[in-house]
Structures are given as structure tokens and as C-alpha cells.
């Protein structure tokens, strides 16, 4: 007899070293909660949660769009197409989108394994709006759909790292998924770090100075990741910016990892989103001069249907020989599923001037971002108006970043209670408020210095009891502490 | 300057080794002749490519269960259920389950990402689906709901290998998700060979020999992988052989890895499913005896719905340290598609007595299921009257592995054109016919015997002419090469 039972001393070490901490220790603290409240109503200084550690809009009230998810219903149950009810349930573009979509699919057969990259129709039409997006053609075999965007990354990272001496560039701040992809795939996080002052700027002597420390420590740098716009920080890349880090990345032999899930979400008049292969090819970089990968998803700017994972990447300037590597790895999970590929063709092809539903979806969707942008300044107003706290704009994205000054007692109260100073903070937030924020040492920070990042999510008529919920426990807490 | 430019031998090496030959080399050939057909209709032999290489039913014309679709269609598009129109569309049980499942989610949002582990209610669903099926309990806590069953396998291959040195003992003959994950991870396939001449027997036996060899290889065998009903080969274990593998893994400490997603499609009367988990606890094994995950999937059984991505896997007898951790890696990638959740919750509880869609439902699966009976047993009589060929009965699963015996002189031919004889002889197949199957070499045989795999899901009129091709097309081959 020679059992083996599993431990956590004989499972995969990788496993055991990632981390993901916008669903880690605080979240679970609060889904506690959460069962206390409804067990025992009253039982806490509040009575919901606030979940604003993840960008998740639907989860806090935000609504879909009308017309994708009657393009959804007329695919997922097609035979309603033939009655005559349907014409007074759904738009007449929606009818005429879920027709010209079910003759893309092979035998309208919204209910079977499609290739392996995605439906062939409905790639084509994501690269038409990645063209109209930016003026530049898009090869329809460059696009892969996925399962939203974190299955891309995952095969990128699966791609290019063999082992602990391979590295990828990640900011600082950055989005956990990029850390617990690479511990899972036994890779080197190579950090460069934002610089918070400057409003999250990215700097190319940062990346330069980081690479050329990661060479001499023997790592072998493959991949740049570039969040634009960022998350957790909100910052958006100017084009000049991208300009240098497209020149970085050719100089350096460097894969660009774009992570563009918020090209949708700009809050701000001066700033404007361009991709990264816009960009490249504006500079007049080819295929030949630069493997860049970009990643989108159907969860993010205005829509928010994080629960359809559906995605894509584009993938350009990979030799075909490498490019057969990644639809072999695709084809062992056969393909992403045929809503989220359906999702991802609408999201870049939304109803146009003339369509029926044309003004109801304009309606729908700049509701949602000019109440996004609002409630990112309200938030960004309060988080600085607060005693030590300073936090940069929200220029994209769903997220601000408050830097803490904690004074000295705090931080030894969190050495006391064997936790991170910004986990303390967010923990003792979570009790007093039920407001759910994540500690910024799940993103990464410059050490000695703490954040959280807190979205801007919640619906906006409660927005103004999160701030003030949010003043009144910093004011308590700084009382508490202060040195 | 220091580019790394990528190049198939600066890549991660466990990339390069997975195969996945289900959508390999003959398919892409398959691929390139429709196309062919398409641009210049009469340019070969046949006017269809016959895709009999991969388990996806609807692709080939099978129909979606009704009631799951409008089930789907509803909760796609909720408010759908606040029209009076509706009821004249839908049934009143697709309406009444859209209501429950939509009161599950919390906000009823099927846009927002859930748990990630799934949508608690559904998993409650899905455990008493379980708990009728078996007669035992069902946690839901130990349901992970996931895109498929793939992503399923590949979080238990990550989970369980940390080297080379690890090792997953699997069926040989396989379905290539297995090796193609296990190389993915960088782990070790260890083989244990079905016995062709008694039906693809399983012999402890054999389990254990090669256990041993593995163990004196220094390899140590952490798993043990079990399809039933079997792909490819179409076995369904006896009750009595499953005891004995759960008495095998439970002395050797392994964990039990049972692919069941094949557990509603059986075809011959004398046989039944029962899953490991009812087997086990009917020996009195409970959680502390025996570490064992099952897989289920929505893409298979009479339902099919392969392009939802809908599966989950039931995860027993794992300290909850460890559970922690597949939790952990869970939500790295925040859930499972919501659609594939609720599909998966309709499978494990489908329409019963008194609801008004009942009868057509059973109608509608039980078409299905004694379609692809009669299905299995034409080409099995088929296969078996050809020279050379024979093959075991589909007595579950969707497909037939038939064992060719190839003349000397084929496997010649196709050492001469560089290619596995069993792929030779596929290539020419469905250069002559526009079937396309899949080489033995694909799944693993024993060496110097050949095989294919077809599935059994062309629909039912066009059964004869597949055989009437496949027998034409076997003479003529045989009469090229006999020796």
C-alpha cells in the first residue's frame, strides 16, 4: 500500500503561489457577511454589501443593452424567427442581425462546436470594426475568439513562458489576472512601475532600466503587458506615449501584450483612445516589425456582459508556424462559447444610423458612460477630500486607486493583526460599511506606500452614500490611529 | 539591440509537444477540400464533407432540445417575461424555470459575472439532479461549474502535476484532450491499454502492471483517468469493474479521474450508466476514502449543445485546503459562461411528469437516443462486413473505433508519403468519399495495430450512403495495396 493522498505540500507549487486578489480574503469576508446580514438582518452597521471590488456592472444594477440580447434570444432560440409574435416582442434589426448571424453559422447550428478560432462570419465582422475603429485592415484569421479575455492571456502567457527564466514586463500597478498568469505558467514577473505622480505615466526609461535589470539577473524578457486604459489606475496612454513603447517593444524584440478591454471607457474630453496596432501601423510598422497581440472583451465599456465571457485577441506580426501553435492549443478546448463569440461581433458592430433601434442603443449606451464619468468624479472628489488621501483621475477605465497615508499606528495595529497596512484598512472599511474595495498590494505598489482600488460602479443614486459612508469611517479610522 | 524574435524553437516546448489530433491534420485538409467544393462545385468525388470526426451533434443537423432553448432565450432576455406575447410563444414551464432561475441570481442579472464556482442556486439544481441520479447526497459546494468539461481537466491537471516526474495514468485508447493537457502541464502519460478482444475490457490487472513499471521508472502516478461510457472506443463498464477500480485507485492512493459525459448516451439494453461516485459510496467509501472528480459536460448525451460551453465538474474527497486552491485558480477567470450554467442546471433537471412540455421533451430525447442507436449498430454491421476491418459495438459514447488490418504494401505506401498508416488511410478516405474520420493514432493503440474513429452522428437518412461509400471506398483501397 503506497498512498499519496494530496496536500498542499505535493499539489503543483504554482498553483499554491498564484494569487488573485480581487476575489481574495476581503471578498470572502464579505460574502460572510453577506449570509450574516440575510440570516440575521440588522446583525451589522449596514444593510447590504457594496461590491466594489471587481468590475462587474450587471452585478450592481446596471442594465443591458435591448438590442444585444434580443439579437441573443432570437440565436439562442431560433425557431422563434419563423412565428409572427416575434415581430412585436423584438426591433426589426435585431430580427434582421440574429438572420444574417444564423446564416454565418454552418447549418444555423447555434448549438455546435464552431471552428476552433471562431465563426468565420462573425470574425469577419469584428474586423470590420476593428478597421472602422482604426483605419487600418484586420485580417479576420488574426482573430481569435475566446471565453472573455482571460483565457487570450492565459494562452499568450502559456506560449511564451517555458520557464522561470523567461519574463514578462508587467506594470505596477497592475491587474492580478497578468501575476497569477504568469505564477501559474512558471514565469518571472519583470515589474515597471507607473509613476503615480505624473497621473499613472508610463515612462520608457522605466522599461528600459527594468529590462536591463531583468537581463543581467539572467531573465530573458518575451512580452511587454500594456494596460490602456488602465486598470487598476484609470490612466489613458497619450498616442505619443504609445508611440515610444511601439518603438520600445521593436527596439527590445519585445511581444506587446495590449490589454484594451476599456477602449470603450474614456470619461475624459482630453483623452482619447487609440489602439495599439492604430498606432504601430500609423508609424508605418508592418506585420514584419512587430508581434502584438490585442486583447478585448465583451465585459467592459458600456455594455458589461462579464457573465457572456465572451472575447477575442488579435493577433499580428507572429510567423504563420507560431500562429499554427496557438490554433492547436485553441483546438483542445474546440472553441469559445457561441453567445460570447455572437456578443463580441455586436460589441464591434452595434446598431448604425438608420437602424431601428439605432437611437434607443445611443440612448442606452451614453447614459451609461456620462453616468460612469460622473460617478468617477464624485468618487475621485471624495477619496481626495479625505485626511492623507490623494487619488488621480479616472480618465478610463472602471476603477480609482487611492493612495492611504496610514499613520504609524495603523501600520503597526496591521503588524499586530499579521496583515498587510492595506488590508487592515479595507478589512476594517468592510465591517464598518460593507463597502468592498480590494488592497492595493494585490495590484502591486512602490513598497512603503498604500492604495486600494475601489470601482466606480455602484448605481448612481447610491453613489453619494458611498462617499459619505466612505468619509465617515476614514474619519474614524484616522481618529483611531493618528499618530 | 536584442530582439527575440519568436520562432517555433524559442517557444514553450510543452506547446509544441501537446497534439490534439480531433481537429488535426485530416481536418484541415477536410477543410481545405470544402472550400475547394464551395469555389468549384463537381471538383471532386463527392458534393459534401461529412465531418465524422468530432462529437458535435448539431453540426450535423441534430436539433436542440426545445425547452432547454427557450429556457435559454428567456433568461437572455428577461424581459421578454413581462410581454403578453410571450405566452403565446413559449411553453408555461420554459416560463415558470426562467423565473426560478432568474429569482437565483442575485439582482437577476444573467450579465453579471457569478461566483466562481457558479451560480449557487444552479448548483443547487444540479446537486439534487445528481442526488436523484445516484440516490446518494450531493454537495453543491463541491460542484464547479465550468466552460465544458475541458477547462474542467485542465484544472486537475494543473492541480495534480508539478513535473515530469508526475504521472496521470490514462485509457489507451484515449480521447487527446488527456495527453493534450497532461503535455500542456508537463507531466507524464502514463498508459494503461483497453482490450480490444473482450469489448475494450479494463483489467486491474493491467492497471496495476503498468502502475508498477511506472513506479519503478520513477515516475509517481498521481491519477488515474477513466472515460465511461468510453471515447473512443464506446465501452460502458459493468458495475462490478468499477467496484474494482475504485478499489484500485482507493489502495493506491490515486485520485479518480472519471470523464462522464457520455453517461446519458447507452445503446444496448443489457448495460447502464452509473456513475464512480454512486459506485464508490455504495462500496461505503465516503469523502475520506477516495479523492474523486467527475466530469460532466452539456455538450454531449441527447442534448448536444457543444457550441454552449456549458459543463461542471463534482469534486469529492479533497481536503478543503485544496479545495481552496481550485477555488483560487477558479477565479483567476471569474466563471464559467452564465448560459452554459443554466443549460447545465436543465440537464441535470429536465422537464418532469405533469410539466407541460414533458412529453415533447421525452419525445424529442428519446428520438434522439434510439437514432443513434440504430445509427451505431448500422455502421458497426457495416465496419464488420468490410475486409480486414473489425469493430466493437457502440454500446455507449458516439463513436465506433473500428481495427483495420492495412496490407503490408498500404503501410509502404504510406511509410514512402511519410505518414502513420492509419492516417494514410484516412487521407485517402476522405479524398474518395468526403468522410472525414480520425486516425487510431490520434487516441493511442497498441503498436502495429491501426484504427479510426468515426462518430455516429451523420443523421439517420444519410447512414446508408456512408456505409455505401466507406464499403466502396475500403474495396478499392484494398484492391490497390492487397498483398
Redesign the interface.
Known amino acids: 500500500?503506497?498512498?499519496?493522498?494530496?496536500?498542499?505540500d505535493?499539489?503543483?507549487?504554482?498553483?499554491?503561489k498564484?494569487?488573485?486578489a480581487?476575489?481574495g480574503e476581503v471578498v470572502t469576508i464579505a460574502q460572510r457577511l453577506q449570509q450574516e446580514l440575510k440570516d440575521k438582518p440588522g446583525s451589522h452597521p449596514f444593510d447590504e454589501i457594496l461590491y466594489c471590488n471587481?468590475g462587474?456592472?450587471?452585478?450592481?444594477?446596471q442594465l443591458?443593452i435591448?438590442f444585444f440580447?434580443?439579437v441573443?434570444?432570437?440565436c439562442?432560440?431560433p425557431?422563434?424567427l419563423d412565428?409572427s409574435?416575434?415581430s412585436?416582442?423584438f426591433s426589426v434589426d435585431s430580427i434582421e442581425r440574429a438572420w444574417k448571424i444564423l446564416d454565418q453559422i454552418?447549418?444555423r447550428?447555434?448549438?455546435?462546436?464552431?471552428h476552433?478560432q471562431g465563426i468565420s462570419g462573425l470574425r469577419d465582422a469584428i474586423a470590420s470594426g476593428i478597421e472602422a475603429r482604426d483605419g487600418f485592415p484586420s485580417d479576420p484569421n488574426d482573430i481569435f475568439l475566446t471565453?472573455?479575455a482571460?483565457?487570450a492571456v492565459?494562452m499568450m502567457m502559456?506560449?511564451?513562458?517555458?520557464s522561470e527564466s523567461d519574463g514578462i514586463l508587467c506594470p505596477i500597478p497592475q491587474y492580478p489576472?497578468y501575476s497569477?498568469?504568469i505564477a501559474?505558467?512558471g514565469g518571472t514577473l519583470v515589474p515597471y512601475y507607473l509613476d503615480e505622480a505624473t497621473g499613472w505615466g508610463l515612462e520608457v526609461s522605466e522599461l528600459k532600466k527594468q529590462l536591463d535589470s531583468a537581463?543581467s539577473n539572467g531573465v530573458?524578457v518575451?512580452a511587454l503587458v500594456v494596460i490602456n486604459p488602465g486598470n487598476p489606475t484609470g490612466q489613458v496612454l497619450s498616442e505619443e506615449n504609445q508611440r515610444q513603447i511601439v518603438e520600445f517593444c521593436k527596439?527590445?524584440?519585445?511581444?506587446l501584450l495590449a490589454d484594451e478591454v476599456y477602449q470603450e471607457n474614456i470619461y475624459v474630453p482630453e483623452k482619447q483612445f487609440h489602439s495599439f496596432k492604430k498606432v504601430a501601423r500609423s508609424m508605418g510598422y508592418g506585420q514584419e516589425d512587430i508581434?502584438l497581440v490585442s486583447f478585448q472583451s465583451v465585459?467592459k465599456g458600456y455594455y458589461?456582459?462579464?457573465?457572456?465571457?465572451g472575447g477575442y485577441m488579435e493577433v499580428t506580426g507572429?510567423?504563420a508556424?507560431?500562429r499554427e501553435?496557438i490554433y492547436?492549443?485553441s483546438?483542445?478546448?474546440?472553441?469559445?462559447?457561441?453567445?460570447?463569440q455572437i456578443l463580441a461581433s455586436l460589441v464591434m458592430n452595434p446598431p448604425k444610423i438608420g437602424d431601428e433601434s439605432y437611437q434607443s442603443y445611443c440612448a442606452e449606451r451614453d447614459g451609461i458612460l456620462s453616468s460612469l464619468a460622473r460617478r468617477a468624479k464624485i468618487l475621485e472628489d471624495a477619496f481626495n477630500s479625505l485626511e492623507g488621501v490623494t487619488c488621480n483621475k479616472a480618465e478610463g477605465a472602471m476603477y480609482l486607486f487611492p493612495r492611504i497615508r496610514l499613520p504609524r499606528k495603523a501600520i503597526k495595529a496591521a503588524g499586530a493583526a499579521n496583515t498587510a497596512p492595506d488590508a487592515f484598512y479595507c478589512k476594517r472599511l468592510l465591517n464598518a460599511t460593507g463597502v468592498v474595495v480590494v488592497p492595493g498590494s494585490g495590484f502591486g505598489q512602490v513598497p512603503e506606500t498604500w492604495h486600494f482600488r475601489c470601482t466606480i460602479l455602484p448605481q448612481e443614486d447610491k453613489i453619494p452614500a458611498v462617499a459619505s459612508r466612505l468619509t465617515e469611517f476614514h474619519k474614524g479610522f484616522m481618529d483611531e490611529f493618528r499618530d
Open positions: 500500500m503506497d498512498p499519496t493522498p494530496l496536500t498542499v505535493t499539489i503543483n507549487p504554482k498553483v499554491l498564484c494569487e488573485y480581487v476575489r471587481i462587474n456592472p450587471q452585478s450592481l444594477g443591458p435591448t440580447r434580443e441573443l434570444a432570437l439562442d432560440h425557431s422563434l412565428k409574435e416575434t412585436g416582442l454552418p447549418g447550428a447555434t448549438g455546435a462546436y464552431s476552433s471565453d472573455g482571460s483565457p492565459h502559456q506560449l511564451l513562458i517555458r489576472l497569477a498568469s501559474l505558467h537581463k530573458s518575451r527596439k527590445e524584440g519585445l511581444v508581434a465585459s458589461g456582459e462579464c457573465g457572456k465571457r507572429f510567423a508556424n507560431i501553435q492547436k492549443v483546438s483542445v478546448n474546440l472553441c469559445s462559447n457561441i453567445s460570447g
